[in-house]
């Protein structure tokens, strides 16, 4: 597997396209489109919020049912959550819109909001918005980068990758992007990702593969602890690289799932680190935990925890914090066996053994910290599971953004 | 019932004082004491943090196992937690220099600290403390307000509340005095609370009505979601009201019940609205619940919601995110069928309901949204029950106060 330039556009036969429509935002890109010459089979993963935005209600409906997928159209600014029967017409509108345009039928087009919840998107903008996608879609790697760039709320950069690797003798390219980067919480975690391949597999192979993924990928990040309405993360495979096609598990599938987790992971990553008002992106790495269960609780629960963002963001080796957050995780576990170690490329620290504070230089801590990729190593010394959450620190910036975020 | 003044020595026989030791801070009073001249059955509720302080730990001891408590000993600026043996050391040090000094059994000695994490207390400091304040102890009023003022870390104001009832014709007086401010997080909510009372009462009903009370009052508060490892809600009855004593539950255990409720919301609600860099207390109230379980989990989610605290912060009424919290809080429901409303001494209005945005003023909201307690009040109408949860908006000063708290 190799790592190559692109996003969406990067596998044989999809397109894609960002363009301005106004929808509330003013003069940036605000919708995106990805389009495959082909018919894919289609999986997606979506919140597990009890309110459901409009367009995860319409898309869950449409993975399931559609045999096939063609289109993605998606939108910033308006998150058409909480807006009731005008909110499904809309993506119904969408999707007629959509299909009419780019000549295919209206059952095989997925639908993405994000942004504000409770406010009704223009319909006659969107449908605009739609007509531009449809004149301005490429395959070109630019286009993949506009459409990453239209689906941004308060992120701060684009984010998308793609990778290439081998099935039965045939390359097959894997392109995605997504965007933050607040309300970022998993289960699914907040926020949209649309993944693009011309990897032949079948539907429930597909959807096998995301599903078992993103728990130990983009449900491992947390911005704020907020689970979205709208969290969506779709895949589309046209199966135009011609391998085998994938029908069953074996070693074909791990490759699929080897590269499909390289690549959610680099996006998960990348959303933790441009989270609202970041300036470090926060890992937490749990080692000789008694159950993956349990190294994923307590790596999520110190990513989440507020103190110990605070703390981050201040460059203050207040790893007190951090024990106190394992601690309330809801894993069990006797306090005087864990170690903890603070770890950036400027080196790495021993911080907690034995039940008490190390014997550590607070010049060299603060200096680990100061670094904009900051790690906690934990060691539970009960087992062998292991696992990794991803945040980011929390900053004046985070309150700025979110203080009057709809303004 | 009726509120009277004073906190912890407002109860006959119970003594008080507040004074400087320096154990980490400088210029302000940090070690406080309560004293009973006659023996109390003592009963207390603690945090469910694995990772537990010292006087924790200790303390968990001393009301199972001690038939009689005389005095708690507490202290600010540093938390003893994760200092492994050297701590437990310094609780027995405290315990044995308080029982010399107030001629009582060292057995009969609670203790309590709350600060920064990891860092050893020195014990000469605390046992000079110790010292001072066996000398300055006092049945004043201003003793009391002493001893809140001692307890306090980054809170703003002292916290105290008395209150006079009757039982079996006696008159009983109940005070009490908290601090809060960071790492505020219910199970046992994250603080340290003393109540005194000249009840006569078993350890046994003292210790149930306590249990009992904390599900609605302290462990209904939040701010910054961290349940801290020094938890500690401490309630000592010396029988000075000469009262039928309460041996089981009837009309005295009830009254006694109220009173203890009025004080323990009393003081959670001044914890929360004095919450690190607060602005306004927020509460949330949900009616219409279909579990009295699901009506506190719904209410919490909406209090701890990172994204509505910023909102609040900015006045903003953004209430997308409110039913966002509830939504992931892990109670299920239609969202079609809930109401919400702002609430505020500047009057209420309807902001959600049939699944969409009411028609509402935002100039209106946004005036409800300044004021300094701000409610919102949820109708799931799926049944009876109702919780109320109290917590306070995010702000920038809750970050500064966060970035280098140890410093």
């Known amino acids: 597997m190799k790592q190559i330039q692109g996003g969406v556009t990067a596998a044989k036969g999809f397109q894609a396209a960002g363009i301005e429509a106004a929808v509330k935002y003013r003069d940036r890109k605000d919708m995106a489109l990805i389009y495959s010459e082909t018919p ?51 993506c119904e509108a969408e999707c007629r819109c959509a299909g009419e345009l780019l000549g295919i039928s209206p059952d095989s087009v997925l639908v993405a909001s994000t942004g504000v919840i409770g406010r009704q998107i223009p319909v006659d903008r969107i449908t605009e918005g739609i007509r531009k996608l449809a004149a301005a879609k490429s395959h070109t790697l630019e286009a993949g980068t506009d459409a990453a760039k239209a689906i941004m709320t308060t992120d701060t950069v684009e984010k998308e990758i793609a990778v290439v690797f081998e099935i039965s003798g045939k390359t097959v390219t894997l392109g995605g992007m997504c965007k933050g980067s607040g309300m970022i919480h998993p289960n699914m975690c907040t926020m949209l990702a649309f993944l693009t391949t011309d990897l032949q597999i079948s539907k429930q192979m597909l959807q096998k593969a995301v599903s078992a993924d993103v728990v130990d990928s983009f449900n491992m990040i947390s911005v704020d602890g907020d ?118 490329v400027s080196g790495s620290i021993h911080i907690y ?44 910036d985070y309150v700025k953004i979110n203080a009057d975020y709809r303004s």
Chains 1, 2 share one sequence.
């Not at 089979?41 to 319409?58: M, R, S, Y």
């Not at 790495?285 to 981050?312: P, Y």
């Open 227 to 344: 689970t979205s309405t709208n969290d969506t993360l779709l895949i589309l495979a046209n199966g135009q690289a011609d391998n085998e096609a994938i029908l069953e598990e074996g070693a074909d599938y791990d490759t699929f799932c080897e590269a499909l987790h390289f690549v959610t992971t680099y996006l998960a990553r990348k959303m933790a680190g441009d989270g609202e008002g970041a300036t470090a992106l926060f890992e937490t790495k749990v080692v000789g935990a008694a159950s993956k269960e349990d190294a994923r609780t307590l790596a999520k629960s110190v990513v989440c925890s507020s103190l110990t963002k605070a703390a981050i963001f201040g460059h203050d080796a207040n790893w007190g914090r951090i024990l106190c957050a394992l601690g309330y995780s809801g894993a069990q576990f006797d306090p005087e066996n864990v170690d903890l170690w603070f770890q950036s």
């Open 40 to 90: 894919c089979v289609a999986a997606g993963t979506f919140t597990t919020n009890v309110v459901k935005a409009a367009p995860v209600l319409w898309d869950q409906r449409v993975v399931k049912e559609s045999p096939y997928v063609q289109a993605v159209v998606a939108n910033s600014g308006i998150a058409n959550a909480c807006t009731g029967k005008e909110g499904l017409d809309c």
């Open 353 to 396: 053994g034995n039940g008490v504070a190390c014997d550590y230089s607070e010049e060299e801590a603060t200096k680990i910290l100061s670094d904009p990729e900051v790690t906690v190593l934990v060691d539970m010394h009960m087992g062998e599971q292991t696992a990794t959450a991803w945040g980011c620190d929390l900053s004046y």
